[in-house]
């Protein structure tokens, strides 16, 4: 089996690069990705050997590039989490998110049209379902819960998944769709919550909280995260939407206060700053579809992974020190700048 993976020296990408090379060893995994700021290559090092690794550095929106990469591999599945993801960074400039988002998956699902393809699997988002009040604690997201964004980004999300779905039905794509909640765990680039906070409380700086603190996220360890995306290419139905989270809703604030517990740093830390402009308050998914079809559980508890993920950052400063820095950014041309 050939597996394209877009954006897999991103956060969730790379985690599952190497979750897909352990649980199977005879599958060949293909990583296109543009590295742009919040790709690093130096993540993927420990696989750049495997002769069932390649490593190919093209944007999703290079029509070219993407078209002879699939010449060359004859991909059986192509998983695309390529995408502008910072929510904050969408509200500042919008455009990028529309190209990388919603031109990047129809230059990729264009190749498997010309191609053929078993599968294209959509990455996407919780926030395409905007958000729920704090005060009903009774919703959650569904998979039918109609489509209702907040921001530049989660609006692009939404219209790449429009556009799955539109090219299943018109050109007979056998696509499928996840929607995950916040996930967490190593390798997330240090511009989110959770490893923001972790290395601003280690360096003693203010950490910024919006707003009050209250608006309340669903996170998933990561791993969990891929091992769905692995069972729903294996097993998911096409033409289906499957929302992935595993219960775990928090504040804001309670991360932060938790975090700073953990490495044994003052409240005295935080800083209530300005909110962010059209903060979804509340996330919360019913993963019941995913569990019911696929017998699907996260396995990692938040207490447990919150912890791991917080000893990771500790053990692993060689890694974030070079983004601090900006240092990564060069990597790519030192390591493979002449090959
Ligand atoms: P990330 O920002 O850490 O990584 C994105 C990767 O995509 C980077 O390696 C980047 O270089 C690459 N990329 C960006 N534009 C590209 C382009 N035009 N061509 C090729 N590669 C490009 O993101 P992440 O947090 O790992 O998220 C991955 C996917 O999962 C995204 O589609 C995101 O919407 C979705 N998602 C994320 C979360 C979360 O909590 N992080 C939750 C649900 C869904
Ligand atoms: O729900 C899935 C989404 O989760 C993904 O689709 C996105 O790609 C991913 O970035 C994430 O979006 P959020 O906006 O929820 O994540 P972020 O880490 O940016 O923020 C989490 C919460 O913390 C949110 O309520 C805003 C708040 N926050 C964030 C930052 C960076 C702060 O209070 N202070 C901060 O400095």
Redo the contacts with the bound molecule.
Sequence with gaps: MNIIV??G?????SNFVFHMLKAHPDYRIIC?????Y??NLSTLEPVMDNPNFRFVK????DKEAVDKLFEEEKPDIVVN??????VDRSIENPQIFLE?NII?TSVLMDACRKYGIKRYHQ????EVYGDLPLDRPDLFFTEETPIHTSSPYSSS?AGADLLVLAYHRTYGLPVSLSR????YGPYH?PEKLIPLMIIRALHDESLPVYGDGMNVRDWLYVEDHCKAIDLIIHEGKVGEVYNVGGHNEMANIDIVRLILKELNKPESLITYVTDRKGHDRRYAIDPTKIHNDLGWLPETKFADGIVKTIKWYLDNEAWWQPIISGEYQNYYEKMYGDK
Excluded: P, R
């Excluded at 296109?32 to 742009?36: A, V, Y």
């Excluded at 989490?81 to 910072?86: P, R």
């Excluded at 995950?180 to 996930?183: A, G, I, K, L, Q």
């Design positions: 877009t954006g020296a991103g956060f969730i990408g296109l990705d543009k590295l742009t919040a790709g093209a944007d999703i929106c989490f390529a995408a502008e993801s910072h990388t990047g990455v996407s988002t919780d999300k995950c909640s916040n996930n680039f």
